[in-house]
C-alpha cells in the first residue's frame, strides 16, 4: 500500500510536468507552465515528487526552449536564463516544502493540543465522577443553589430520603416535601440568608421522608465567594435529628414528671452537691422555710439550722462525704412562715460519692428559735465531733 502511495505521487510530478509541456509548446509560456508543475508536485506529492519535477523541468527548458534547441547543451548567452529559471523553480520548492513542514508541524501540535484536551476532559469527567460519588456517598442529605436561592443540585441520599426526582428538587420544588406548617418559617430562613449571606446559618424544620412520615430534620447553610467576594452560590446539608429531637422532647417530659413528683411529696426533699451546693429543693421546703430556692443556696448562711446545732451537723457531714456512708441525723429548724414558725425538723440524708438526697418531716411545734442573722459557716473547715 505505502509503494502504491509513493509511485502515485512520483507519477504526479511526472504527468504534470507532461503536461506544462504540451501546454508550453503551443503557448511559448514555458516559465509559467513549468513553475505551475513545480507547484502542483510539490504541493500534492511532497518533496521527492517536488525534486523530481524541478529536474524534468528544467530538462525540459532546455532542450525545448534554451539554444540550440533539442540539445541538452547551453549557449554561454542562455545562461542568465537558466539561471533565473532554475532559481525560481527551486524557490517555489523550498517555499511550498517550508510551508508544508509547518502545516505538519501545526497539524501536530493541533493533535497533540487535542490529545491534552481530550485527556484533561476525561481527568474532568473522571474528576467529577469521583466528587459526585463522594458527595453522593456523604450520610447526609446535601444540596446546592445559586445565588438567587433556586435549588440546582441535590445529591443522591438527598434523593433518597424524600423520594422525589432530581428534576422535582430542583428550583424551587423541594417545597412540596416540606411540612405545610413550616413553609413559613422557610420562606423567612432564605429571605435572611440572602440578605446577610454571612456565615453559617442554621433552622430546623420537617422534611417528609419517601415513607411519607414528616421528620425533624437540622439545615445548615454556607455562601461561595468569588475573587470579588460576591456570593455564587450556597451548599447546605440536612441532618436528622428526630430521633433527638424526640429524645429531648421526652427528658424534658420525664424531668417535669419528676418535678411534680418530688413537689407533690408531703416532705421536705433537696438535693445536693457532695460540697454541700445546693441543687434542688421541692415546694414544700419553700413553703416550710418562706425562703426561695436562691436564698436557700446559702443554707449554712441562714437560721434553718441553730447555731449550737451547726459544729455536730458539720462534722458528721464532712464524715459522711469522706467514708460515703449514709447520714441520718435530726436537728431543730427555723421555719420562716408563720404557720410552721418554730417546727421541729427531723432530717435524714443519704450521701453518696457524687450526690445527695436529702429527706425531712416538719414535726410539731415547739419554741420559737431566733432567726437573727450571723457568719456563714463553712462545714468543709469544721473538725470532725
Known amino acids: 500500500m505505502r509503494v502504491l502511495s509513493r509511485a502515485w505521487r512520483y507519477g504526479i510530478a511526472i504527468i504534470s510536468c507532461g503536461f506544462a509541456l504540451a501546454l508550453a509548446i503551443p503557448l511559448d509560456i514555458p516559465s509559467s507552465c513549468f513553475f505551475l508543475a513545480v507547484i502542483v508536485s510539490a504541493l500534492y506529492g511532497g518533496k521527492g515528487p517536488g525534486v523530481l519535477s524541478v529536474l524534468l523541468s528544467s530538462l525540459a527548458f532546455d532542450y525545448f526552449f534554451l539554444p540550440p534547441k533539442y540539445n541538452l547543451w547551453i549557449q554561454p548567452s542562455s545562461y542568465p536564463r537558466f ?9 517555489i520548492m523550498v517555499v511550498i516544502e517550508a510551508k508544508r513542514r ?5 497539524g501536530q ?3 497533540k493540543y487535542r490529545q491534552i484536551s481530550a485527556d484533561a476532559l476525561a481527568e474532568a469527567r473522571k474528576s467529577e465522577t469521583r466528587l459526585r460519588l463522594i458527595i453522593d456517598t456523604i450520610p447526609v442529605p446535601a444540596w446546592s443553589s445559586r445565588a438567587d436561592g433556586a435549588t440546582d443540585f441535590v445529591n443522591q441520599r438527598w434523593l433518597d430520603y424524600t423520594g422525589i426526582t432530581a428534576e422535582e428538587a430542583l428550583g424551587w420544588g423541594w417545597k412540596v416535601v416540606s411540612h405545610p406548617d413550616d413553609l413559613a418559617s422557610n420562606a423567612e430562613y432564605w429571605r435572611a440568608v440572602l440578605a446577610a449571606p454571612d456565615g453559617d446559618r442554621e433552622l430546623e424544620g420537617r422534611l417528609r421522608r419517601f415513607d411519607g412520615t414528616y421528620r425533624w430534620l437540622l439545615f445548615k447553610v454556607c455562601p461561595l ?4 467576594g460576591k456570593v455564587i452560590q ?3 446539608t440536612c441532618i436528622d435529628i428526630d430521633d433527638r429531637k424526640k429524645a429531648a422532647d421526652a427528658l424534658r417530659a420525664s424531668e417535669l414528671k419528676f418535678r411534680l413528683i418530688v413537689h407533690s411529696i408531703p416532705g421536705l426533699v433537696a438535693t445536693m452537691t457532695p460540697k454541700g451546693d445546693l441543687e434542688l429543693v421541692n415546694q414544700p421546703v419553700q413553703d416550710h422555710t418562706g425562703l426561695t430556692f436562691d436564698a436557700l443556696k446559702d443554707w449554712w448562711a441562714t437560721s434553718l439550722v441553730p447555731e449550737d446545732e451547726l459544729p455536730r451537723v458539720a462534722a458528721e457531714w464532712k464524715r459522711s ?8 441525723w435530726s436537728t431543730i429548724c427555723a421555719a420562716r412562715t408563720e404557720r410552721t414558725a418554730g417546727s421541729t425538723c427531723a432530717a435524714f440524708r443519704c450521701a453518696t460519692t457524687w450526690e445527695w438526697w436529702s429527706a425531712g418531716i416538719a414535726c410539731s411545734p415547739t419554741s420559737k428559735i431566733a432567726s437573727a442573722p450571723r457568719k456563714p459557716f463553712d462545714p468543709a473547715n469544721s473538725s470532725s465531733a
Do not use: C, H, K, P
Open 83 to 91: 539561471a533565473v529559471f532554475l532559481g525560481s523553480v527551486l524557490l
Open 102 to 106: 509547518a502545516e505538519e508541524a501545526r
Open 109 to 111: 501540535i493541533d493533535a
Open 225 to 228: 465567594r468569588d475573587e470579588s
Open 234 to 236: 450556597f451548599y447546605g
Open 321 to 328: 462525704a469522706e467514708t460515703g456512708r449514709e447520714l441520718t
